[in-house]
């Protein structure tokens, strides 16, 4: 399949979404000047020592987008699953050793009302040791993990691999992500403080429902489905 290696761009999400690229098609980059991460924030990019990418997705219907997010979790962590303890952090953050490993971010672009591409974003630490003072506390890599180095395209070859493999499955609806979720989550049945609009509440996670929203018991036993908001690292 196509795949485009940037030396340096602002965000290889940008790059995905705004070129016209084939199905599957991966956008990699050495490096992103304005690398995009979840509600506006931005990822730290560090040249070289990371894994930074996109892929175009085909013919996925806007239902579909929450629970590609879960399935593109799923995926990653599966590829990870020889080198560490991963765990996934709803709705996409892949944690080990209770950090940030890496993260997932969809983009889309409509036309005329209808969604004309949906892209994948993943951001994957590798071999990178210090972190931005900001972030140390909460980020941790594959090599600080295990403490050796990797080559970087065989862990991206490995995710197409997987990715590619149970594609179908998952559009069509054949892989179940609620019974899979038990295996993946970092926190069924733990205390999470869920993080939205300022505002931190305490919940209990209970699993996920078909469309990709937590499922989550609050403070007074009550269940409530939750769309938006991050699970705190405290
Ligand atoms: C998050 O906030 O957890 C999502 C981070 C996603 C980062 C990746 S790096 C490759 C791709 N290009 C971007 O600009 N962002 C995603």
Not at 26 to 41: D, K
Not at 126 to 147: C, H, Q, R, Y
């Amino acid at each position: 399949s196509t795949i485009v290696a940037l030396e340096t761009v602002d965000s290889t999400n940008a790059y995905a979404v705004s070129n016209d690229l084939p199905p599957f098609a991966v956008v990699t980059a050495e490096s992103q000047t304005a690398g995009r991460g979840r509600s506006g924030r931005k990822w730290h990019s560090a040249e070289g020592l990371n894994l930074y990418f996109s892929i175009v997705l085909n013919d996925i219907e806007p239902q579909k987008l929450l629970p590609m997010n879960i399935f593109a979790g799923y995926i990653l962590a599966d590829t990870l699953k020889d080198i560490a303890d991963v765990k996934i952090k709803w709705p996409n953050d892949i944690i080990a050793e209770g950090k940030k490993l890496a993260g997932i971010l969809m983009e889309t672009s409509f036309s005329g009302g209808k969604l004309e591409k949906a892209v994948l974003g993943i951001g994957l630490n590798v071999n990178i040791e210090d972190f931005p003072e900001d972030i140390a506390w909460m980020a941790t890599s594959l090599k600080k993990i295990s403490g050796r180095n990797f080559i970087r395209e065989e862990i991206l070859a490995s995710f197409m691999n997987n990715l590619e493999e149970k594609y179908d499955d998952f559009i069509t609806g054949r892989i179940n992500l609620i019974n899979l979720w038990p295996f993946y989550s970092a926190f069924l049945d733990k205390k999470i403080s869920l993080h939205k609009d300022g505002v931190k509440t305490e919940y209990t996670e209970r699993g996920i429902d078909a469309f990709g929203c937590l499922l989550a018991e609050n403070a007074y036993g009550r269940p409530e489905t939750i769309v938006t908001g991050d699970i705190g690292y405290d």
